[in-house]
């Protein structure tokens, strides 16, 4: 498919997103890729403003795949047809089907968080009536054999997390050792703990999607078992906060983004105690980040949340359906017990330590595109 036979380096064909809680990943591999001088990578980026700038036919809007497929083909043909590439490496299963050709002839790799699988089973989770989890079951058997054979023609996975690599095994028969487990890194010289906690007991919750995060029933705990006893600190900018009626002892926070990266890490350092009760999740950045900065955590345990929150090690996992008392006797045990606290805090940050830090994320990633290079 052509080499740039002018700097002697592999062009890669990296096809992104941006979207949501997969910018922050996009960025560290787009700064991975930058410092290898053997590629020449040319970036393809699905972002947001693509919904203004590409009208999407009704069909294509069924499906955020269709989705998803229609506009980064749309916009691979607007602005890198007739280019020639030796690889091809991904982000997300999403973007895939459009390049199938691509993808049979060349080199591939593939960074996801999920599955069709595994998301068509949080679709099902969310949908709140029976023909809502009726479309998304036909949806989800349309998808599971598209993507089966999509998968077989890939040569290397990157998986988020060891939840989503089961499925590639279990659910696609991906062989075990084209798998590499990544998690998205973080700069822990800075996502660190280092500040005194605030006076009184702080939990902390962060996360836009309140209600998918489970807010009605932190709020709805929090009001019932622990108002008095502590402070609840909610991080969000999920517009439906406005319209509620927020009990004594919650301290909302709005206007935080990942720009304001500084107030952001201070508040999770100053606060006590992470909290998670989201009901459909995969991971949740927020949880990597409450390990990063040393934060015990307490949380459901849905998607991939169980690598980073190990019950009884670094926090406690609550099995989801768990009522209010449960979490609050958690809670108010570790309030009791600032040894254990302290000690939940110091597992958690040797878990980011782990599985967080750059320098094993940019080795899996340089090992990866040096295996492609071999595949030439």
């Known amino acids: 498919m052509g080499f740039n036979r002018s700097s002697g380096r592999k062009r890669i064909l990296c096809v992104f997103s941006r979207l949501l809680g997969n910018n922050t990943f996009t960025n ?188 009605h029933f932190l709020l709805d705990m929090f009001e019932r078992h622990l108002k008095g006893e502590c402070v609840l600190r909610i991080v969000s900018n999920d517009p439906l906060l406005s319209e509620w009626d927020l009990p004594d002892g919650v301290d909302l926070i709005k206007g935080i983004t990942h720009e304001r990266m500084e107030e952001l890490i201070g508040i999770y350092q100053t606060s006590h105690l992470f909290l998670f009760p989201t009901r459909i999740d995969k991971l949740g950045l927020v949880v990597a980040e409450a390990v990063a900065t040393g934060l015990p955590v307490v949380a459901n345990d849905v998607g991939g949340i169980g690598e980073l929150v190990r019950d009884g090690f670094n926090g406690y996992l609550m099995p989801p359906g768990s009522p209010a008392e449960e979490w609050a006797g958690k809670i108010r045990y570790l309030k009791d017990h600032p040894e254990l606290l302290e000690q939940f805090g110091r597992n958690s940050r040797h878990l980011a330590e782990e599985k967080l830090s750059p320098s094993r994320f940019e080795d899996l990633i340089k090992e990866t595109i040096h295996m492609l290079e071999r595949a030439l």
């Open 28 to 215: 560290r591999l787009v700064e991975t890729m930058e410092r290898m001088d053997s590629i020449e990578p040319l970036y393809l980026f699905q972002e947001g403003r693509d919904y203004r700038d590409y009208r999407i036919p009704r069909l294509a809007k069924a499906s955020s795949t269709l989705e998803s497929s229609w506009m980064i083909w749309k916009k691979y043909r607007n602005r890198l047809r007739g280019r020639t590439f030796e690889a091809l490496f991904f982000q997300a299963h999403t973007l895939l089907p459009p390049f199938y050709r691509l993808i049979k002839a060349l080199p591939t790799a593939v960074a996801l968080d999920t599955t069709p699988k595994l998301s068509n089973q949080l679709l099902r989770q969310a949908a709140d009536s029976p023909a809502a989890r009726l479309k998304a079951t036909l949806l989800g058997w349309v998808t599971h054999r598209l993507f089966k054979g999509i998968l077989r023609h890939i040569d290397l996975f990157l998986p988020l997390t060891g939840w989503c690599a089961r499925s590639l095994v279990d659910d696609y028969g991906i062989p075990p050792e084209r798998i590499s487990v990544t998690y998205c890194p973080y700069d822990l010289s800075v996502w660190r703990p280092g500040r005194d906690k605030d006076g009184r007991f702080t939990l902390l919750f962060a996360g836009n999607d309140f209600r998918r995060k489970g807010g």
